[in-house]
T-cell receptor, first 114, second 114 residues
Framework: DAGVIQSPRHEVTEMGQEVTLRCKPI?????LFWYRQTMMRGLELLIY??????IDDSGMPEDRFSAKMPNASFSTLKIQPSEPRDSAVYFCASSFWGFGEKLFFGSGTQLSVL | AQKVTQAQTEISVVEKEDVTLDCVYE???????LFWYKQPPSGELVFLIR??????QNEISGRYSWNFQKSTSSFNFTITASQVVDSAVYFCAHGSGSARQLTFGSGTQLTVLP
C-alpha cells in the first residue's frame, strides 16, 4: 500500500518566490497534518485538517503561509513570499480521526530558500 | 499546554550494548497517549509504539522495551543489544486527549558504532 506521498522531495528557491508543497494522504485517512522540522525548533505542527476542513491553524507562523485541502486525497502548503528563515523540512502526515491514532508521515520536503 | 522533554541530545554506544532513551512529559490531560517515533538518516518518521495513559503495563517487543511510569511522568525506551541499523533520531511524543495533534520532544540522536 502506498504511504503518504509528498512532492517535491527537494525545493530550492530564491527569496520572494512562491513555494507550493504537495501531499497525498493514505487512502481512507480523514485527518491530515503539516509539520515543520528545523534544528532550532524541532518538529512543529503548522496546521491540521479533519475531513478536509482546517481544525487548528494556530501553528502557521504568519500570513505568508497558507494550506488547503480541496479533497480527501490532496493537500497543499503554500508560502508566498518565501524567506530564508522558511528553510526547513516540511512533513505531511495522515491518520484516522480519533483519540490516540498514530500518524503516518511522508518522506518530507527539504526546502531551501536562498 | 503539553510539553515533552528529551534531555539526552546525543548518545553513542558500541554495538551490542543496551541503551535507554529518556522521555519526560508534562500534561494537564487525564487521558492521553504517548508515542515513540524513529527518524533514520533517510529522513522519514517511523512509528514505533503507542501507549495510553490508562495502560502502564510495560512492553517488550524483540530488542525494544518501554517503561511507562505515570508517577514520574516518564516514558523511557530501551534497545537491547543495539545494532548499527538502530542509529537514528528518536522522538517521544504526547497526544492530547483534548486535541488531535502530537507534541514532539526535541529528539535524541542515537549513534551505534560497529
Amino acid at each position: 500500500d502506498a504511504g503518504v506521498i509528498q512532492s517535491p522531495r527537494h525545493e530550492v528557491t530564491e527569496m520572494g518566490q512562491e513555494v507550493t508543497l504537495r501531499c497525498k494522504p493514505i487512502s481512507g485517512h480523514n485527518s491530515l497534518f503539516w509539520y515543520r522540522q528545523t534544528m532550532m525548533r524541532g518538529l512543529e505542527l503548522l496546521i491540521y485538517f479533519n475531513n478536509n476542513v482546517p481544525i487548528d491553524d494556530s501553528g502557521m507562523p504568519e500570513d505568508r503561509f497558507s494550506a488547503k485541502m480541496p479533497n480527501a486525497s490532496f493537500s497543499t502548503l503554500k508560502i508566498q513570499p518565501s524567506e530564508p528563515r522558511d528553510s526547513a523540512v516540511y512533513f505531511c502526515a495522515s491518520s484516522f480521526w480519533g483519540f490516540g491514532e498514530k500518524l503516518f508521515f511522508g518522506s518530507g520536503t527539504q526546502l531551501s530558500v536562498l | 499546554a503539553q510539553k515533552v522533554t528529551q534531555a539526552q541530545t546525543e548518545i553513542s554506544v558500541v554495538e551490542k550494548e543496551d541503551v535507554t532513551l529518556d522521555c519526560v512529559y508534562e500534561t494537564r490531560d487525564t487521558t492521553y497517549y504517548l508515542f515513540w517515533y524513529k527518524q533514520p538518516p533517510s529522513g522519514e518518521l517511523v512509528f514505533l509504539i503507542r501507549r495510553n495513559s490508562f495502560d502502564e503495563q510495560n512492553e517488550i517487543s524483540g530488542r525494544y522495551s518501554w517503561n511507562f511510569q505515570k508517577s514520574t511522568s516518564s516514558f523511557n525506551f530501551t534497545i537491547t543489544a543495539s545494532q548499527v541499523v538502530d542509529s537514528a533520531v528518536y522522538f517521544c511524543a504526547h497526544g492530547s486527549g483534548s486535541a488531535r495533534q502530537l507534541t514532539f520532544g526535541s529528539g535524541t540522536q542515537l549513534t551505534v558504532l560497529p
